[in-house]
């Protein structure tokens, strides 16, 4: 095995790979997730990174904002290697589908406007795009677009810029589910030090290849599944998103294929391969390589981790295989996770307690109770506490509040907001002046170490001083009947006649049967309104003020997939979300601004 001792950069790391075992395979990309359609040797990789920086450096200065844009495939890689090796800033972010190019202008120009790039690489297969959405914004319309997969072979004219361990190496925008993107500052000392705790969570080596369908541009899809299975130089797969999508047994097809050790998602993608695999397609799968099934979404389901073990476990897949973990972008990646093949820890709490900020265990199987399932305990060197993030007072274990990060995973800051940056990185505890904690913006408590996610701190519904967390509302309104679709709603709470109530905007489908009698056949919206408000009201104990209905697919999301419930708020309010059905409760004209009762100071 190669020795880590001397890297101390991204470029390192790769040279080190190139010199020591060149020949071995990098990545393999599966075209539509099925047939190989190129792989690189760590050689190539190596020699297309410097390529691409020796262009860099012939067209811009050490520091320069470049910003990449490419679709799914090998091309990205070697982009933002390229700019590491040029000592340039990589701004990884997505391509937009052609089709809805103007809902992705306003996210594109505010990362244009933020990041201020001095160069956008892409490939020359969308090079074209790439002009429209550079034209979008007209500070940046005339910045270089350079289509990496045509320049010329001037490789040998790269030279070494000597970056350091505190050099940025990119910016990773956050996804805008509450609030527009920042740009997150992460260092080369922040990647190896993250990719290192998730190598050791994962028991990565130079033997556990990886699988990946995750957007590359995402930090779960990028540092997770790019960079992280490099540091010991493993072979590794990836695949399209929309080759999962179309088809999720693809997925599990490459794992058993190429007997793939690690490869994760989040929590809806397990859900959707036990719905949308039958027995017979399952019973072509060895699953028995699989040692880890990361699960890092928000919130992980109990009842997604068991169906899909049930499901799986006749064919290879074992039960401790399934790792839930936490972590967010601006600590680079990972926070908690328990090491490979520690049994997931699912725990029931009293429902009401929870919602009053304390989390009270169940030990009695017929009380009602909620399960949560446990996301590891801290990962990375450093220490994670849970706050009031009123009083920014240390709170026990059990007790729920924001959880509050130091380590040298955390990130540098955001990018040209100074403001933002003390207020979320540099927080302090009270009393005592520890510090500095990066403020995760998240709800949970800790229980023997082991971390439990109650929400976000910014979703949270507050109701005649009740905490509700949104995607419990969510879930129920998804399952109160099939014609609502799994993982496409938001909840959120709006003032009408000065108190707060419940609204949940939900994608449902109009053709699909709502029910035998006519008369609620004629009005389906109405007849589903009444379905999820009897079924919040048995689950919750609250009244479900509205319900909005929107058709398939226009439910306002993030590119990694996250529902962005403010934007859902704010459209609701607007009266811009075009329900399909009509409403059965007027809207209400749009409230002042109002923070949570225990939002951030």
Wanted: proline share 8%; net charge neutral.
């Amino acid at each position: 095995m190669t020795t880590l001792a001397s890297i101390n950069t991204l470029v390192d790391m790769l040279r080190t790979h190139a010199d020591h075992h060149g020949a071995r395979l990098a990545f393999t990309y599966l075209k539509e997730g099925e047939d190989v359609a190129e792989a690189w040797t760590y050689h190539e990789l190596d020699r297309r990174a410097r390529r691409v920086a020796a262009a860099l450096q012939r067209a811009g200065s050490e520091g320069d904002r470049v910003l990449l844009l490419y679709p799914p495939g090998l091309d990205f890689i070697a982009g933002f290697f390229g700019c590491l090796y040029a000592k340039r800033i990589a701004v990884p972010t997505s391509p937009p589908n052609p089709s809805r190019l103007s809902q992705a202008i306003p996210r594109f120009r505010a990362i244009l406007e933020s990041a201020g790039p001095q160069t956008l690489l892409t490939c020359a297969a969308i090079a074209p795009m790439a002009e429209a959405l550079r034209a979008a914004n007209q500070a940046s319309a005339a910045i270089p677009v350079l289509a990496t997969d045509t320049l010329a072979e001037h490789e040998h004219t790269w030279r070494d810029p000597g970056a350091a361990g505190d050099t940025l190496a990119f910016l990773q925008y956050t996804s805008g589910s509450t609030a527009l993107p920042k740009g997150v500052m992460v260092s080369h000392d922040n990647l190896l030090h993250n990719m290192a705790a998730i190598a050791a969570t994962f028991d990565s080596s130079a033997e556990t290849p990886m699988l990946s369908w995750l957007p590359a541009f995402h930090d779960m899809g990028l540092i997770g599944c790019v960079l992280h299975p490099m540091l010991h130089g493993s072979s590794n797969i990836l695949m399209a998103p929309a080759a999962f999508l179309q088809r999720p047994l693809r997925w599990l097809q490459a794992i058993s294929r190429f007997h793939v050790h690690t490869s994760g998602a989040p929590n809806f993608a397990y859900d959707l391969c036990v719905r949308r695999t039958t027995p017979e397609q399952r019973a072509t799968l060895d699953l028995r390589s699989w040692r880890v099934a990361f699960n890092g979404a928000e919130p992980v389901r109990a009842r997604t981790v068991s169906a899909f073990t049930r499901a799986f476990a006749p064919h290879g897949f074992r039960p401790d295989a399934m790792l839930p973990c936490y972590g967010l972008a601006e600590a680079t990646l990972l926070v908690t996770g328990d090491p490979c093949g520690t049994p997931t820890t699912v725990a029931a709490f009293d429902p009401g307690d929870l919602e009053r900020a304390t989390a009270t265990p169940v030990n009695d199987p017929r009380a009602v109770s909620r399960e949560l399932v446990g996301c590891g305990h801290l990962a990375v060197s450093g220490r994670l506490v849970i706050v009031d993030p009123e009083s920014r007072a240390l709170l026990p274990d059990g007790a729920i509040g924001e959880i509050w990060l130091a380590s040298p995973s955390v990130a540098q800051g955001y990018w040209q907001l100074p403001a933002q940056t003390d207020d979320t990185f540099r927080a302090t505890l009270a009393g005592s002046g520890e510090g500095p904690f990066l403020r995760t913006g998240d709800l949970g408590f800790l229980r023997a170490g082991q971390l439990f996610i109650a929400g976000r701190l910014k979703d949270l519904i507050i109701v005649d001083g009740r905490n509700l967390y949104p995607q419990d509302l969510e879930l129920t309104v998804e399952r109160s009947h099939p014609a609502f679709r799994a993982g496409c709603s938001a909840a959120f709470s709006i003032e009408v006649d000065g108190a707060d109530r419940v609204v949940v905007v939900a994608e449902a489908d109009p053709h699909q049967e709502i029910a035998d009698d006519p008369a609620t056949i004629a009005d389906p919206a109405a007849a589903l309104l009444r379905t999820a408000r009897r079924a919040v009201a048995v689950d919750h104990d609250v009244e479900l003020h509205d319900l909005c209905l929107v058709r398939p697919g226009t439910i306002p999301k993030t590119t990694s997939g996250k529902i962005r419930r403010h934007a859902c708020r704010a459209g609701f309010l607007a009266g811009a979300l075009q329900p399909w059905g009509t409403p059965t409760v007027p809207r209400q004209p749009s409230p002042s601004p109002r923070q949570p009762a225990r939002a951030p100071s």
